[in-house]
């Protein structure tokens, strides 16, 4: 009787904590809508949060599209041949870089990097009272605070996702040239030819919504700290925590949508 | 203040500035790549089966892509109706009698679509039907050198391109037979309506109608002997009749040939025979009318013998023939029930027997 009493009871706290949830993103998006009439309230935020989330993640971003891009293009051009299937070897980049491990890994590096750091402040916000303090000279926490971080990451996530194939499909040909020297005309019509616009907006759907689960996940984890500074930690290992699950899971669900 | 700090309006402006550069001329490279400005012209053509073709494959031309698939379609005769277009560069490849060759790797690598160009002057014009090469209308180009296919160039494929007509002769040659056996079954069971079939209702009606003109045959030949049979005893009578007649003149002749006989008995003008012959000619117009009598019996004669001597070869041809025809019935006969192919055979005679000598011989073994 006990372990029901118990089941129900964590089922009645998780059906609460979703609705809530979905009640905070309701809230973002809301004020989302509102927050380019007012924009001198969040504006600096925003570019500091693009700055820390977008910016000082290209270099690592750029790095990894380069080192993917390069294994592809070496393995590819070295196994591929020997089935008589050379022309796959664009088809399978443009698959991994710009519809898959584009978004997906981009999303992992702005959630470890910025999911964290979002939780983190927000809840050392709220133990230290500021968001009280927010809240009693009139500033709405969410417009202020969250909104701008929101619309941040996801132009992040969009903008490094752009790169990462950049980087990913043209980097990786300067890398390429040491292994297997290819003409850059003969490379770009190749691959121009294969890439469709179907791809690259396949990667920045998917980018988008990585980029609303790490923004809103965090966001929400770091208001979810109540009073201890011990629950600060907790909070940035549960924003990365969920969201790495939840992207996975939307990556399965906007793909199954794409393909189907 | 640190420079990314005091600068970062402008670092996050360029930023994404160059994002959304790099993002157009993505855009742009792929619509230049991928010829949405361009002009391309549409053909049809049609497949026996989509399998190795979709959508957005490749038409090559030794080794240049030259146009893609467009869309397929099923049609009301179980066809695969595709639309497919060729790129305006390549738009003078495209004439008269040109075909697309669909190959299928042997070991399992996918497909390609192949163009071939025909040898026609006229291009061919936007929306023509282009055959494939395993269409009727492909094979009949490909047979009158109508279009160039340039020699395939990889060993498995030469091979196979020896191997398949084999294999789709060897197929028809299956087929065929097992139609064949199909037919031949169908007409042994009487069910065929076709050649074979009438030929072996023929053939059974024949030996079912063979005892009957066996049966005939006897009768004409039971008739021309009986026949034959009555001429010969006429003509025997007669030359028994001619013998007796050569008889009295011979006599009559020797009689005639006597000094102190008949003749000067029959010339004496006193005799009886001067007398009997001084008749005003009654006994000599006697004797003329009985040669003419027997001269006509002569030529009587003389007409049956060459009748019967024209019958004869006829008489003799028939009964060759018959004999030929009966040897011909027995052949088939035999072939007939030696065939394997016919299921059940000949139905066996069953000879009634007498019951006495049956039941007498039993007994007494």
């Known amino acids: 009787m006990a372990i029901i009493s118990a089941l129900g009871r964590a089922a009645r706290t998780k059906a609460s904590g979703l609705l809530y949830g979905l009640g905070f993103f309701y809230n973002v998006l809301k004020e989302t809508g509102r927050f380019f009439r007012r924009a001198q309230v969040g504006y600096k935020v925003l570019i500091m949060q693009i700055l820390f989330t977008g910016y000082e993640a290209l270099a690592i971003n750029a790095i990894m599209a380069i080192a993917i891009g390069a294994a592809i293009n070496v393995i590819g051009s070295s196994l591929l041949p020997q089935f008589g299937q050379s022309q796959l070897m664009y088809s399978i980049l443009i698959i991994v870089i710009t519809r898959e491990l584009g978004p997906l890994l981009t999303a992992f590096v702005i959630t470890a990097r910025s999911g964290t750091a979002i939780a983190t402040q927000l809840g050392t916000m709220v133990v230290n009272h500021e968001i009280e303090a927010y809240m009693a000279v009139g500033l709405n926490p969410i417009s202020y605070l969250v909104v701008p971080r929101f619309i941040g990451v996801v132009v992040s996530m969009l903008v490094l996702t752009v790169y990462f194939n950049i980087f990913g499909l043209l980097g990786s040909f300067i890398v390429v040239q040491v292994v297997n020297p290819t003409p850059i005309g003969e490379y770009l019509g190749a691959l121009m030819s294969t890439l469709t616009v179907a791809d690259v907006l396949s990667g920045l759907t998917k980018a988008l919504v990585f980029g609303v689960i790490v923004s809103v996940v965090s966001t929400y984890q770091g208001f979810a700290v109540n009073r201890a500074s011990t629950e600060i930690p907790v909070a940035g290992i549960k924003a990365v925590g969920s969201s790495f699950i939840l992207i996975i899971l939307a990556d399965v669900i906007v793909t199954l949508v794409q393909y189907a | 203040m640190k420079f990314k700090i005091k600068f970062a309006d402008q670092i996050v402006g360029l930023f994404i500035i ?270 003329m009318s009985i040669v003419g009598e027997a001269d006509k019996a002569v030529r009587s004669l003389q007409g049956i013998i060459t009748g019967l001597n024209g019958e004869m070869p006829k008489i003799a041809g028939l009964l060759n023939e018959t004999k030929a025809a009966i040897k011909q019935a027995q052949d088939v006969l035999e072939g007939v029930k030696n065939n394997p192919l016919i299921r059940g055979g000949v139905t066996e005679r069953v000879e009634q027997e007498s019951l006495y000598s049956a039941m007498r011989e039993g007994s007494f073994e």
């Open chain 2, 18 to 287: 160059v994002a959304l550069a790099f993002f157009a001329v993505i855009v742009v490279l792929i619509g230049a790549n991928q010829r949405w400005f361009a002009k391309d012209y549409r053909f049809v053509t049609s497949f026996p089966s989509a399998a190795g073709v979709a959508p957005g494959t490749s038409i090559l031309m030794k080794g240049f892509t030259i146009g893609k698939i467009d869309k397929l379609r099923l049609n009301a005769d179980n066809a695969v109706d595709a639309d497919f277009h060729i790129y305006d560069t390549y738009y003078d490849k495209v004439r008269e009698y040109s075909i697309l060759e669909l190959t299928v790797s042997p070991i399992g690598l996918g497909s390609q679509l192949l163009f071939h160009p025909g040898t026609g002057e006229a291009r061919l014009e936007e929306g023509a039907f282009v055959p494939t090469a395993d269409s009727i209308q492909g094979q009949s180009l490909i047979d009158q050198e109508l279009v160039l296919i340039p020699p395939k160039d990889d060993t498995i494929t030469r091979l196979l391109a020896n191997v398949n007509p084999l294999l789709e002769n060897t197929n028809k040659t299956i087929v065929t037979v097992n139609r064949t056996l199909t037919e031949v079954n169908r007409a042994l069971a009487g069910q065929s309506s076709g050649p074979l079939g009438d030929i072996v209702g023929d053939v059974s009606v024949a030996a079912a109608a063979l005892p009957g003109a066996m049966a005939g045959v006897g009768g004409i030949v039971g008739d021309v002997e009986s026949r034959v049979a009555i001429l010969l005893d006429q003509a025997g009578s007669l030359l028994a009749e001619l013998e007796t007649i050569a008889g009295n003149l011979a006599a009559t002749t020797e009689a005639v040939r006597d000094p102190t006989g008949l003749v000067t008995t029959l010339l004496d003008p006193s005799g009886s025979i001067k007398t009997f012959l001084d008749d005003d000619d009654a006994l000599y117009k006697k004797v």
